[in-house]
């Protein structure tokens, strides 16, 4: 399903998911607002149910962006079954899994709203109800599974989310007035919980990118094809660990040895790509020398077995070279 490895496309998912729960949060807000009867000098109601109705849209929207994104990269590569079918993805299976629910749940409410006034009015509000199901798997999701969920600004927007739905919320419940001293308690309350949470049992500390120094599982496939007089041997592969790589390592062989190589390690998700020479061949390895744009230079080693299949395991070094 990974078609591609430009950063782009990263960045991409990571924004349209952030934006999609800024803008459900919104119109959450917004609808527990209007229920609650909250009224505005400045907002007429119609004006508030139409910016609803049309958040409601751009959260769609978002999600599927931030869905097809994902799906076309290979920082974190998913199958389709593994975009369609909660906790079935290996990365964060449970946390992803609710990301998955969420949007589902997201399709069917649209489908409820499409078809509004061929439902019964009791069926369509209780459905309404939703909307706050796919926030709260929403938040959990994104402060589980995001791979920005620790950054001070992102942690502090996840707090302030959860402190202004739960204070309205409890508005809405009549628990306590919106402009009471409870509300505002409860507010810092959940502000401080969020935070406490992001920061410290779902702490995320990535690790940097292009690494100037890894081990790392080796997975991928060696392709042959050429001449009498001349052959290309390629392998082609992925480094899994903390330091997602791709590899690509090519051998133009003549009648009297190696006429030329190649090696090439495209660092993800940033895309930088690390160009070099193969400089010693064994017969499940290979050691090489690359330079990335800004002109240092890194050893490769890779050593593997060959599976049944065709394809090899193994792992994958870099270092700073001298």
């Not at 439902?119 to 959990?140: C, D, E």
């Not at 790509?273 to 240092?296: H, I, K």
């Not at 593997?304 to 070094?317: A, C, K, Q, Y």
Request: glycine share 10%; hydrophobic share 50%.
């Amino acid at each position: 399903m990974h078609l591609t490895s430009s950063p782009v496309d990263w960045y991409a998912a990571r924004a349209a998911g952030i934006a999609a729960y800024v803008a459900l949060t919104i119109v959450l807000s917004l609808g527990l607002a209007m229920a609650g009867r909250a009224r505005s000098d400045r907002w007429p109601k119609f004006a508030v149910e139409d910016v609803h109705r049309f958040g409601g849209l751009l959260v769609g929207w978002l999600v599927t962006l931030h869905v097809l994104t994902i799906a076309i990269d290979s920082y974190l590569p998913f199958s389709l079954a593994q975009l369609l079918v909660p906790f079935a993805s290996r990365y964060r299976p449970l946390w992803t899994g609710l990301g998955i629910a969420g949007a589902e749940l997201l399709v069917a409410l649209a489908l409820t709203n499409r078809y509004r006034k061929r439902l019964p009015h009791r069926l369509w509000r209780r459905a309404h109800y939703l909307n706050f199901a796919v926030w709260s798997v929403a938040t959990l999701h994104g402060i589980g599974a995001g791979t920005d969920r620790s950054a001070p600004w992102l942690a502090v927007l996840y707090a302030v989310a959860v402190a202004v739905v739960l204070a309205l919320l409890a508005w809405r419940m009549r628990i306590v007035p919106l402009r009471s001293s409870g509300a505002a308690l409860a507010a810092a309350g959940a502000f401080a919980l969020v935070l406490a949470l992001v920061l410290g049992p779902f702490r995320h500390d990535p690790h940097a990118w292009n690494a100037a120094s890894f081990t790392e599982p080796l997975t991928g496939r060696i392709l042959q094809s050429g001449v009498p007089t001349e052959a290309i041997v390629s392998m082609n592969g992925r480094g899994d660990g903390a330091q997602k790589l791709l590899v690509r390592a090519d051998l133009l062989a003549g009648r009297e040895g190696l006429d030329a190589t190649s090696l090439q390690l495209e660092y993800l998700p940033s895309g930088v790509v690390c160009r070099g020479q193969v400089t010693a061949v064994g017969s499940t390895s290979f050691s090489g020398v690359c330079r990335l744009p800004s002109g240092e230079a890194r050893s490769v080693d890779a050593s593997w077995e060959l599976l049944d299949d065709g394809t090899v395991s193994g792992t994958i070094r870099s270092a700073r070279a001298a």
